[in-house]
């Protein structure tokens, strides 16, 4: 920063759980005076910790409306349950602030739009946090697409395979369940844990279009083996206008863990992005590569405000609509089924109980190979998709 140009303040609301992780992530632009803390906000007592301590002098409270009265914080970064996004957004935007939103974004087309014309009347930007995004190895993806290396593309797809203890669905109210005092929450696989996976496959077929795909159909199979509102595994196939269909094969009760791939199919061959790790792999690669390099949304925001011509943000409320519209339509779907029986081992036990679905992890790989749901994959447990309509 010029030194007569006082550095941006910033204040965080949402500051314990994930909002340590964003914490981490400005303490050291904090340390370098390319931004100030002025304010964290919790509803629970603000923890301290040892890679993102609490400076001195960063105000701290338990209401946001009296925060952004008192601090006016120039950004504000929102890391707090998804149904209440809307909410305070309004207000810090309403502050005079800008946003560095947590994702999802929000949980409706209809909150979309209402957000969408906030920032318009207020004159602020929004950038939501799919990090993943900002990744180089995703670049280098898409500019392998573009230099035909695969030739056309017939398929884009997504298998991750995690595991998740029971003490993950008892870490808030709303952990896994499908809304909260009549607002939705949507707090299932697809909405929060591999949010990031579906939003790489339509960043993929954005660079394929030239802008964000708008999906027109969906076919979902969704399953559960606990006691919860939402899905814990699923497969997602999304239609749009033009363009390959995307496929998403995810689940949080995995026999073994699969990080996260991107695959991408073409008439002359095959791309996987490994999206956590930022590792790439397209045709005539002899060995997967780590492609370094990950811009950070925050420090983005940051730049886009200097110069909005020069620099662009990495992800703009209006580039996250097709993900929103997902979740519009995943509203409808029926409750997952539930699997358990001989179907589901279980490890462990207390908090630390895991359950997971014999057989999973080869009925995802098929299903992102083929493009095929399990029900058309012929899998006993499976149940035929709900489909839906979105143009």
């Known amino acids: 920063m010029n030194g007569s140009v006082p550095p941006p303040t910033v204040a965080v609301i949402g500051a314990n759980g994930h909002g340590h992780w964003h914490r981490r992530v400005i303490a050291p632009l904090h340390a370098d005076g390319r931004l100030r803390l002025v304010a964290l906000v919790d509803v629970q007592p603000v923890r301290d910790e040892r890679e993102a301590p609490v400076p001195i002098g960063v105000g701290v409270f338990t209401d946001h409306r009296a925060m952004l009265a008192v601090a006016r914080p120039e950004v504000v970064v929102i890391c707090t349950p998804p149904h209440t996004h809307l909410p305070i957004a309004r207000d810090a935007l309403e502050a005079g602030a800008d946003l560095l939103l947590e994702k999802p974004p929000v949980l409706s087309l209809a909150e979309h739009d209402e957000l969408t014309d906030a920032l318009a009347a207020t004159g602020r930007v929004a950038q939501v946090g799919f990090q993943a995004l900002g990744s180089a190895a995703l670049t280098a993806l898409t500019d392998g697409l573009a230099a035909g290396r695969l030739g056309a593309v017939t398929g884009i797809a997504t298998v991750a395979t995690w595991q998740r203890p029971d003490a993950y669905y008892t870490r808030s109210p709303w952990a896994g369940r499908r809304s909260v005092d009549g607002r939705p929450v949507l707090d299932g696989a697809l909405a929060n844990p591999f949010a990031h996976a579906v939003m790489q496959c339509l960043a993929v077929a954005e660079a394929l279009g030239g802008a964000p795909p708008w999906p027109v159909a969906i076919e979902v199979e969704r399953y ?168």
């Open 224 to 391: 559960r083996v606990r006691p919860i509102e939402v899905e814990d595994t699923a497969v997602l196939r999304v239609r749009f206008r033009a363009g390959p269909p995307v496929l998403a094969a995810v689940t949080l009760a995995s026999e073994e863990f699969v990080a996260g791939e991107v695959v991408v199919t073409g008439t002359t061959g095959q791309a996987v992005l490994e999206y956590p790790t930022d590792r790439l792999r397209l045709p005539g690669d002899v060995v997967t590569r780590r492609v370094p390099g990950r811009r950070g949304l925050l420090e983005n925001l940051l730049a886009h405000r200097v110069d909005p011509a020069a620099v662009p943000l990495i992800a703009p409320l209006a580039r996250t609509a097709p993900f929103t519209a997902l979740l519009d339509a995943l509203r409808a779907a029926p409750e997952p089924r539930l699997l358990d029986g001989e179907l589901v081992d279980v490890v462990g036990d207390g908090d630390e109980r895991v359950l997971r679905i014999r057989g999973v992890v080869a009925v995802l790989r098929r299903a992102a190979e083929q493009g095929a749901l399990p029900s058309e994959q012929g899998v006993p447990w499976a149940v035929p998709a709900y489909r839906a309509d979105l143009a």
